[in-house]
């Protein structure tokens, strides 16, 4: 498979919900997506209001030709630093959420299986403030698999479509 033409699947698939940036994305990455959604709870009417929800995701994009665990794990700490420093954990706040996609065209040794133990989460204020965690997925383009981070289960669906 064509690293370039999964790529373009990819974005295609986030861009009905999310604003992709792929004139300057964040070095190392080839492109960047974010996701905000803002939901309000009242009672009877909007006057009773009762709570804010504010839900963020930030979405990072690498393309690797051969791809090692180390530079697995340099690759998730830059999105997380970036993604992190992005939040804002203000009254309503309830998450927001990391999600690094890597497509190699070509996986060493153990990566696939070190992309399932990298984990990150951070609290804000004891978690009354809200959470943030990192999704990880990694795509072999050699032999089309794959494999994701706890968190990341629901990117399976996405990859399987691509496959």
């Known amino acids: 498979m064509d690293s ?10 986030f861009k009905r919900y999310y604003d992709l ?4 994305p964040v070095s ?5 997506a974010e ?3 803002h ?7 909007k006057i009773a209001h009762l709570s804010d929800i504010y839900t963020h995701e930030y979405v990072y994009f690498a393309l690797e030709n051969e791809l090692s665990a180390g530079r697995l794990a340099e690759l998730a700490e830059l999105a997380w630093n970036d993604g992190i420093s992005k939040v804002k954990p203000i009254e309503g706040h309830k998450t927001s959420d990391v999600t690094l996609i890597v497509l190699a065209e070509k996986t060493c040794g153990e990566v696939l299986k070190s992309c399932k133990k990298i984990k990150k989460h951070k609290s804000y204020n004891f978690t009354f403030r809200g959470w943030s965690d990192l999704r990880l997925a990694v795509m072999d383009l050699s032999c089309g698999s794959f494999a994701v981070n706890r968190l990341a289960g629901h990117l399976k669906k996405v990859f399987k479509q691509i496959i």
């Open 21 to 24: 940036n792929t004139e300057n």
């Open 28 to 32: 190392p990455f080839v492109a960047t």
């Open 39 to 45: 939901t309000e709870q009242y009672m009877l009417l």
């Open 35 to 37: 996701f905000h959604s």
């Open 4 to 13: 370039k033409k999964v790529l373009e699947k990819l974005l295609d698939s």
